[in-house]
């Protein structure tokens, strides 16, 4: 049992199957008392060699598995693949995909941080905030089950532009959800952000500077609500982001309360660009391709490129080598550098704490382990 | 523009003149080639070439004076003859993604480490050690970090053969 | 005794003429248990004095001792009973409300889900019953059978009415208190002796826990038992019918009890002792099984005693304003509980697990002035010669 001197001191092996590790982790924590005083965080149950296993298929083939990157952030991670691909073939995108790719990689992100905001309410021991979130969240799952036909991985994005074009009347159904989503989620903000007991659990809690944060490489909404104003789909703008008027929010506190506002903020501005591209949309005639042919090998060379997951930044780095197969094929998950840092996070904090310290990350273990 | 000040957001022709002439002889500049894609976002790109005896001098420079504040990936490439290491780096202020590659012999797999530089970079490069072998000089705890501590092989060389493939 | 007719056997006596009855005051099911054994032992009597006339077995099995003894079990048997069904009631309204809340509808196994406890029950029944290898065995088994003991005792020590109690003490009330207080200390111990460290630290919670809203609580009993006059729970109930329900001059108290009610029973937000997010379990994370399922019964019977007794002390017990005990008083006052549940229902739909920092924050500094200040305004009306 414990050994050495430190007998007030113990380690606590949180995870790979503890109720606040969504997903396989472990997060092995020392505490005195309720005080955490050393973390370490443990990855790898996961590890496919995603990588690897990409370097055997021919480009194409590689979309689904980018979809199986993530669960809930599949249509960005396949975005991210074909993006490079295409900078790689060096070709210009039709009108038509890139304002589809935006609609989609927004209805993406909302479900994306729907699935967290319930994350956060099982973490802080509320089931209800769990159930209304998942409750809306099937909005968005049923159009993704319109636009591809399948609610989780989506396999949408093509290389050269998208699977298909829009169903009919998807505008329709699509501006219902967000309409009806953007009264829901008052609703949802009514039971977590003006009830002060939520409040607290999150306020003064996992607090980073933004030097540190900065430094640990951490990225997303985490590091907005540390002051670092950047967001890619602004300061790096892809598909048709830089022709769509939106609004990063920054907050300064740095604390848990403060990513938790900016996730919030940020799904109301995804639905703002959702409003923005259907409505560009509409303007460019449905004639217009919403794909283009490529051819399937790659030129030689190296090409690097980035976008807004909705858990940060995500890279890929490819290498390609004149055949049809890449040659490397890196992929930089942002919730691998996030947790990389969950010691400074959980330093200092009570064990109460760990999950609503952590689920600010908001794990997502397929990306991470690769 | 003098040379110790911090630079917040350095354009592309900054970065360009600046390491050329801190950096005259080992550093070399890549042209982008990209025509048609996103030719906004060519100009937030700058390749670089580096010797890896001053990596850690350049990396500190570029964190310090020109104010790449964050170290997106670090990650390995396997040219069967020799390895290559590859950094990007990203500055806040201007959106600008820096690369930097650097070439490693294979009869010296070594390269100095950058995750006192960027913690961000501290798992990256565990990574790559892992799975390429190449030892990062002065990491702070350069263990396996995704396959199984006992792993005596590294599954990401070309020379580690998958199932069917031998 | 010679040849004689059914009904001299079979008499119905007074129970309160019996020379062992055990109370002052009339008791319903300690009359029912007499009654049925007056039917059953004064057949089986008169049947014996049929075959074999004048035989001692006939006269012994209508005596006052036998009858005592048989509706004493009985009454044991039919509170618990009671109380068990009364549990599952509340489980039951729980999930259905809680269902409600959360936009989903709740159980639906049996007539309107009400079957859905019993299945669980038989579920956990059929668990293995799995223990640690290192644990301490003897507290191990013994703080368990402690907690859940102690939980269902209380649960059953709750007067349902004037006329449908177990004990009748002028400390009745006390005694209540009493026995509530011990569960968070055997907690403590099963914590310990299961040789893990989230139940350590979750045994270590209950006690803080215990510590820290134990004594707002026996304050604001205190400036009831004040404003009443005595410590028997009759004479409470009958005070605020004569006056008004308690809940009117001493609100404070009655929403600083509510949220001690919730600690003290354990229930979200309060849960920490077995906050699941951090602590997996809490301090029942190695008892596995039945034990678990027995756990959570008792679980639910201390939630069922916490709004018994917010009921009794603030909302006039089993009596009606106006109207005083209908003639099903019991079924007046399971309603009561059944609304003042509704309350910690809704509490754990709206709100987050408090910290355990937080908690005692809250304990310390605002539930122990409140309830200083609600004692002052019962003395100030005392004083006044209001009550």
């Not at chain 1, 955490?36 to 496919?48: F, K, N, S, T």
């Not at chain 1, 009347?169 to 002060?196: G, N, P, Q």
């Not at chain 2, 504040?69 to 020799?82: C, K, P, R």
């Not at chain 3, 036998?66 to 509170?79: E, Q």
Request: charged share 20%.
């Amino acid at each position: 049992m414990m050994k050495g001197p430190e007998l007030d001191k113990m380690w606590i092996t949180m995870g790979p199957q503890h109720p606040f590790s969504h997903g396989l982790w472990t997060l092995r924590v020392q505490v005195d008392g309720e005080i955490v005083v050393d973390a370490e965080p443990e990855i790898g149950y996961l590890h496919r060699g995603w990588e690897k296993e990409c370097e055997n298929r021919i480009y194409p083939k590689i979309i689904p598995m980018a979809d199986r990157l993530c669960y809930s952030a599949s249509m960005t991670w396949s975005h991210l693949y074909c993006k490079v691909v295409e900078e790689a073939l060096d070709v210009e995108l039709p009108d038509r995909a890139r304002y589809l790719r935006v609609v989609a990689d927004e209805i993406c992100r909302i479900q994306s941080h729907l699935m967290w905001l319930a994350a956060v309410g099982t973490d802080l021991g509320n089931l209800t905030v769990f159930l209304w979130c998942l409750r809306e969240r099937e909005f968005f799952l049923d159009l993704n089950v319109r636009l591809c036909g399948q609610r989780l991985t989506t396999n949408y994005p093509r290389i050269g532009g998208v699977r298909n074009d829009m169903p009919y009347y998807f505008e329709r159904d699509c501006m219902r959800a967000v309409e009806r989503f953007e009264k829901a989620l008052w609703e949802i903000i009514a039971i977590t952000d003006e009830s002060s007991l939520f409040v607290n659990r999150m306020k003064g809690t996992g607090i980073l500077t933004r030097e540190q944060v900065a430094n640990l490489g951490i990225t997303g909404p985490a590091m907005r609500g540390t002051g670092v104003d950047f967001d890619i789909r602004r300061d790096d703008p892809y598909a048709a982001y830089g022709e769509i008027d939106f609004e990063v929010p920054v907050l300064k506190d740095g604390d848990s309360y403060s990513r938790f506002r900016v996730r919030i903020e940020e799904m109301f501005q995804s639905c703002e660009i959702i409003r923005q591209a259907m409505a560009k949309l509409e303007t460019i005639p449905k004639t217009h391709p919403y794909r283009i042919k490529v051819p399937r090998a790659v030129p030689e060379g190296t090409h690097v490129t980035r976008i807004e997951d909705p858990r940060g930044e995500g890279l890929m780095y490819l290498v390609s080598d004149g055949t049809d197969k890449p040659y490397r094929l890196k992929v930089r998950s942002p919730v691998f550098v996030n947790v990389s840092a969950a010691k400074p996070l959980v330093m200092g904090a009570r064990v109460a704490d760990i999950p609503a310290v952590m689920a600010m990350i908001d794990m997502c273990l397929g990306e991470t382990d690769r | 523009m003098s040379s110790d000040a911090k630079i917040e957001a350095p354009s592309y022709n900054d970065v360009k003149a600046l390491v050329a002439t801190k950096f005259p002889k080992t550093v070399s500049l890549r042209e982008n080639t990209k025509k048609n894609s996103r030719a906004d976002n060519e100009k937030r790109r700058i390749y670089f070439k580096a010797d890896r005896k001053v990596l850690l001098e350049l990396c500190t420079y570029l964190r310090d004076k020109l104010n790449f504040e964050h170290a997106s990936s670090v990650t390995a490439v396997d040219w069967v003859d020799h390895m290559e290491v590859v950094y990007h780096l990203s500055n806040y202020f201007n959106g600008m993604l820096l690369e930097i590659s650097v070439d490693v012999p294979l009869d010296d797999l070594t390269v100095d480490s950058v995750a006192n530089v960027w913690g961000g970079a501290n798992w990256h490069e565990r990574e790559a050690y892992e799975l390429f072998g190449i030892v990062f000089k002065g990491h702070p705890k350069l263990e396996r970090l995704l396959t199984p501590k006992y792993y005596e092989f590294y599954p990401f060389r070309k020379s580690y053969k998958l199932r069917g493939q031998e | 005794m010679g040849y004689s007719g059914l009904l001299e056997w079979v008499k119905f006596n007074n129970p309160m003429d019996n020379a062992y009855y055990p109370y002052d005051v009339y008791n319903l099911p300690y009359d029912a248990g007499a009654k049925l054994w007056e039917l059953l032992g004064g057949l089986l009597g008169w049947l014996i004095n049929l075959l074999v006339p004048g035989n001692r077995l006939s006269t012994w099995l209508i005596s006052d001792a036998v009858v005592n003894a048989f509706a004493i079990i009985f009454l044991a048997v039919i509170l618990f009973a009671v109380g068990f069904v009364v549990n599952l009631t509340m489980i039951w309204e729980e999930r259905k409300v809680l269902g409600r809340m959360m936009d989903r509808r709740g159980t639906k196994i049996g007539p309107l889900g009400y079957f859905q406890c019993l299945g669980d029950g038989l579920k956990t029944f059929m668990k293995e019953n799995v223990a640690p290898a290192d644990k301490d065995k003897k507290i191990y088994w013994w703080a368990l059978s402690l907690v859940i003991g102690s939980s269902v005792l209380i649960a059953c020590m709750v007067p349902l009415s004037h006329r449908w109690f177990v004990v009748d003490y002028s400390t009745g009330l006390l005694l209540i208190f009493g026995i509530f207080a011990l569960a968070p200390f055997f907690i403590l111990c099963a914590g310990w002796a299961q040789n893990n460290k989230y139940s350590l630290l979750g045994g270590i919670r209950a006690a803080t826990l215990m510590i820290s809203y134990e004594i707002p609580m026996l304050i604001l009993l205190a400036s009831v038992v004040l404003m009443a006059g005595s410590f028997n729970i009759n004479d409470i109930v009958n005070a605020q019918f004569d006056t008004m329900w308690y809940i009117v001059p001493q609100f404070i108290g009655f929403i600083v009890f509510v949220v001690c009610a919730i600690a003290e029973s354990e229930r979200v937000p309060f849960d920490l002792a077995e906050a699941e997010a951090e602590l997996v379990e809490g301090w029942q994370t190695e008892y596995a099984g039945m034990k678990w399922g027995l756990i959570m019964l008792g679980d639910y019977f201390r939630g069922y005693t916490a709004c018994a007794l917010i009921v009794i002390l603030y909302l006039g017990g089993w009596m009606l304003p106006g109207i005083g005990a209908t003639a099903v008083p019991e079924l007046v006052f399971l309603l009561k509980i059944f609304a003042v549940f509704f309350i910690f229902i809704w509490a754990r739909a709206s709100l987050p697990r408090v910290r355990i920092d937080q908690i005692l924050n809250i304990g310390w500094k605002r539930l122990m002035p409140l309830s200083v200040v609600n004692l002052c305004i019962v003395l100030l009306l005392k004083m006044g010669g209001v009550f």
